[in-house]
C-alpha cells in the first residue's frame, strides 16, 4: 500500500517570502500521480498542482512550483511570494495511475499548517 | 458551474440518531469519492462509485455505514446508529472519468454526534 509523509506539522512565512513544504511517498509503482491540495479555514479542498510521475519536468502553476525527486520518492512544494492568502493546511496526495478499484482513490498526508505572517 | 454541492454544511445530532449526508456531484462527471477528514486518521477514503456502481467500499468502517448512488446526479452517505467517534468533516468529490486524474471537492459536511 501506497503511504504519503508530511513530516512538518506546521510551517510559517513572512509574506513576500518563500517557504517549501515536504512530502516523501512510498510506492512500489513506476506510474503514478502527485498532488497538492489547500484546505483553507473555509474547508474546502482546492487542487493547487500536480505532477505526472513520467514527466522529469517539475510542474509550476504561477507562483507555486515543485521539486520532483523521482529516485528518492520525495515531492516538495515551493510557493514564492507569499501571500496572506496562502495560510491554509497544505495536503500531498498520490494516485496510482492505475484506473481500477482502489487505484483510484487519492492516498493524502497529514498536512502542514502554513501561517503567513505580515 | 455549481460544483460539488453537499448537504447540509453542518449536523448535529445525538448518539444513535441516523444521520444522512447528500451530495450531488459536478454534472456529466460519472466517479463519486466520499471521503471523512478526522485529526486522527486525516483524510481517508470510504467507498468510489463509477458510474453509480461502487466500486470499492473498502474504507466503509463498518455495517453502521452505508452509501448509496442512485443515479447520476445524487449520492447519500447514511450512519445508522450514529457514535460520538463519527464526529468527522466528510467530503464528497467527483471527477469527469476513470482516466482524469483531478477530483473536485464538495465543501464537506461537519457531523458532531453528542
Known amino acids: 500500500a501506497q503511504t504519503v509523509t508530511q513530516s512538518q506539522p506546521e510551517m510559517s512565512v513572512q509574506e513576500a517570502e518563500t517557504v517549501t513544504l515536504s512530502c516523501t511517498y512510498d510506492t512500489s509503482e513506476s506510474d503514478y500521480y502527485l498532488f497538492w491540495y489547500k484546505q483553507p479555514p473555509s474547508r474546502q479542498m482546492i487542487l493547487v498542482i500536480r505532477q505526472e510521475a513520467y514527466k522529469q519536468q517539475n510542474a509550476t502553476e504561477n507562483r507555486f512550483s515543485v521539486n520532483f525527486q523521482k529516485a528518492a520518492k520525495s515531492f516538495s512544494l515551493k510557493i514564492s511570494d507569499s501571500q496572506l492568502g496562502d495560510a491554509a493546511m497544505y495536503f500531498c496526495?498520490?494516485?496510482?495511475?492505475?484506473?481500477?478499484?482502489?487505484?483510484?482513490?487519492?492516498?493524502f498526508g497529514t498536512g502542514t499548517r502554513l501561517q503567513v505572517t505580515l | 458551474d455549481a460544483g460539488v454541492i453537499q448537504s447540509p454544511r453542518h449536523e448535529v445530532t445525538e448518539m444513535g440518531q441516523e444521520v444522512t449526508l447528500r451530495c450531488k456531484p459536478i454534472?456529466?462527471?460519472?466517479?463519486l469519492f466520499w471521503y471523512r477528514q478526522t485529526m486522527m486518521r486525516g483524510l481517508e477514503l470510504l467507498i468510489y462509485f463509477n458510474n453509480n456502481v461502487p466500486i470499492d467500499d473498502s474504507g466503509m468502517p463498518e455495517d453502521r455505514f452505508s452509501a448509496k448512488m442512485p443515479n447520476a446526479s445524487f449520492s447519500t452517505l447514511k450512519i445508522q446508529p450514529s457514535e460520538p467517534r463519527d464526529s468527522a468533516v466528510y467530503f464528497c468529490a467527483s471527477r469527469p472519468g476513470r482516466t482524469y486524474n483531478e477530483q473536485f471537492f464538495g465543501p464537506g459536511t461537519r457531523l458532531t454526534v453528542l
Open positions: 454534472s456529466g462527471h460519472n466517479s
Open positions: 496526495a498520490y494516485r496510482s495511475e492505475s484506473y481500477t478499484g482502489t487505484a483510484s482513490k487519492l492516498t
